[in-house]
Every structure is written in structure tokens, then in C-alpha cells.
């Protein structure tokens, strides 16, 4: 006998309800934070769809990300999260900024967040979100006080550390009981979050699904880039030269791709020939995306911009509401349930 669809919905609800006791949403799905596209109406219309909506902080002021939690908190009761890079030399304030504001979340991304501000963030009353790439790192975090963990895998857009989310699930879902964890990158698909539930996942985290839709502030040209796209055009950027470390950024390849390549090697030719010491090349090198992402998401000019896309890109057919996409993932998770009886 098929399940019915109640009873899938009410497996489905199981299986995440770690999750979305620990979101307070209806779904655990969460908002992957992308600079320029998670803003307020984005993450707002996460949140409002069931979800979790998470604020890309990225290089915002303390004063900039006040004023993006406040108009999001006039779009939404719902609860959402604030991403914060590790790195941001004012991460102490942000933090505060985030606890004066309530916001109940606080995820920490781009290194491992030292003592300092975990303390920070636990004494403000938020729950803290870490990103680890393996297993042992982990288990760390959640000794260090994590309250839940995200894996993300090679698959996802922007930067990408080096393993795949295949990989990382089974490597480290059947070892952390302790504390939530949410999978990411290259996921599209309901049947998708479903296999990775049922193997001790508590919900997932989808950035490029939602980047092209109708509430993102992305330019129209950049969701045209994204619904003809295919899985292998997005790719991570290459390193030509071990003397000048690229950090991986996945994305669609354009004509700023291929000229960033020529850049490197005449860079690097140029450092080889002494006519650049190597501080001034690596500066050259990096300085080369400068503003590249704003540019295409803001501007619309997906030639010359950075592209940012994960492998999921492949499954953004159109442009849909963010709603039709948390209720698309559902119905998919909730058909697959259906399709194997009980």
C-alpha cells in the first residue's frame, strides 16, 4: 500500500523535526547566504514561505547590518538568521548589533570562529551556526559550543571547499549525534534532502534555488544566466601558478572567467621576470574580482561579473516564487515518500 499524502507529510515532518524545532520554522530549509542576493526581501520571503531566510553580512558595518535586520523584522515575524564572516574586522560588533536586535541565529562562516566571539554570541542568548568542513573540526565546534553544524560540499557556488557533499554526509552525519546538521551544495531537489534526512541530517541549506527567484533583487540578466545554465557550466575558478594560491570560487563560466586565467599567467610571467615582487602579483591576482560580484548581481552585466552558481544551477528552470520552490521541494520529498508504500 502507498503511503497516503498525510502520511508522507507526517514522515517528512518527522525526519526534519529536529530541524524545525531548532529553526522554529515549518520546513528546515534554510537560506544559503549570498552577498548582494540575501538581503531583505529574499530572506524575508524565506521566512514568510515557511522557511529560514539567513542574511549575507559579508563586508556590511555594524550600522549597515542594523539597518538590514531592522527592514527585514518590518517584512517578517518569522525567524531568521544573520550570516557573519569570521574574518570581518568588526565581528565582535556585529555580534551585538545581532543581539541588541534579537535576531535568534547567528551563523558563522569563512574560518573557525575563535572563543571570543562564540562567547559573544552565546552570552547575547543566540544560537550559533558553524560550518565544518571535517569531521574532527566537528566535533570541535560543538565541544566549543555550537548549537548546530552546516556541511556544504564542493557543489555549491561561491566558496568551495575541496570535498563533495556526498562525501562529507557519509563521512560525518553517522558520527555527530550531539547537535543539528544541515547539508548543502548541489542540492535542487526534494528527493535529494529526503536521502540525506533519512541518513541523520536535520534539514538542509539551498542558495542557488533561491538566487533566481521572483523576491531575489538579483538582475534580470543574472536570472537569465542561471535558467540557461547547466550543471557543468558552473565551474571553480582555476590556480595556474602554486606560487599564487586562488581560493576556490564556483561559478558560471563567462568571459571574466576566461580573463581572469590570461590575468593570472601574465601576472605571474610578470613576477617571474622580476618585474613584480610576489606580494604585489598575489595582490594583483586577488584585486582581480573586485567588486566582480556586484557587478553581475546588481548590475546585470553576467560577461564581465563573477557569476556565482552552484551545480544545482541545472535545476532552476524558470523563475518562480520562493514559496513555489519550498512547496516544489516538498512535494518532491513528500512524492518519493508516497512512491515506496509502507
Excluded at 552565546?122 to 560550518?131: E, S
Excluded at 557556488?157 to 575541496?162: C, D, F, T, W
Excluded at 565551474?235 to 595556474?240: F, G, H, M, N, R
Excluded at 544545482?312 to 523563475?319: K, L, P, R, T
Amino acid at each position: 500500500m502507498p503511503h497516503s499524502p498525510e502520511a508522507a507529510r507526517a514522515e517528512l515532518d518527522r525526519l526534519w523535526a529536529r530541524g524545525t524545532a531548532f529553526l522554529g520554522t515549518e520546513v528546515a530549509i534554510m537560506g544559503g547566504a549570498m552577498s548582494w542576493v540575501s538581503e531583505r526581501h529574499l530572506v524575508s520571503a524565506i521566512s514568510n514561505a515557511g522557511g529560514f531566510g539567513v542574511i549575507a553580512c559579508g563586508a556590511m558595518t555594524p550600522a549597515l547590518l542594523e539597518t538590514e535586520i531592522a527592514e527585514t523584522q518590518k517584512r517578517t515575524t518569522k525567524p531568521f538568521g544573520v550570516n557573519l564572516i569570521t574574518m570581518h574586522p568588526q565581528l565582535l560588533d556585529l555580534v551585538k548589533v545581532c543581539v541588541d536586535a534579537k535576531v535568534g541565529h547567528i551563523v558563522l562562516a569563512g574560518g573557525v570562529p575563535n572563543g571570543p566571539t562564540i562567547k559573544a554570541v552565546k552570552d547575547g542568548g543566540a544560537k550559533l551556526v558553524a560550518f565544518t568542513p571535517a569531521l574532527a573540526l566537528g566535533r570541535r565546534l560543538v565541544r566549543s559550543g555550537a548549537d548546530a553544524l552546516v556541511i556544504e560540499g564542493s557543489e555549491a557556488g561561491g566558496h568551495i571547499g575541496p570535498v563533495s557533499l556526498t562525501v562529507l554526509a557519509q563521512e560525518i552525519l553517522p558520527h555527530i549525534r550531539d547537535v543539528p546538521i544541515f547539508v548543502a551544495g548541489g542540492l535542487g531537489r526534494g528527493e535529494a534532502i529526503l536521502s540525506y534526512l533519512e541518513m541523520g541530517a536535520s534539514g538542509a541549506q539551498l542558495g542557488t534555488r533561491f538566487a533566481a527567484t521572483t523576491e531575489s533583487i538579483a538582475h534580470a540578466n543574472f536570472k537569465k544566466a542561471f535558467v540557461r545554465a547547466n550543471a557543468r557550466d558552473a565551474l571553480p575558478s582555476v590556480q595556474l601558478d602554486e606560487n599564487f594560491p586562488v581560493i576556490p570560487v564556483r561559478g558560471l563560466v563567462n568571459e571574466g572567467t576566461k580573463r581572469f586565467m590570461r590575468h593570472q599567467a601574465e601576472t605571474a610571467a610578470k613576477f617571474h621576470a622580476g618585474e613584480l615582487d610576489k606580494e604585489a602579483a598575489q595582490l594583483a591576482i586577488e584585486h582581480f574580482w573586485a567588486g566582480a560580484l556586484r557587478r553581475a548581481v546588481i548590475e546585470g552585466d553576467v560577461e564581465n561579473g563573477s557569476v556565482m552558481a552552484g551545480q544545482s544551477v541545472g535545476m532552476v528552470a524558470g523563475e518562480q516564487t520562493t514559496a513555489e520552490v519550498i512547496a516544489e521541494l516538498v512535494a518532491q520529498a513528500t512524492a518519493a515518500l508516497m512512491a515506496r508504500g509502507g
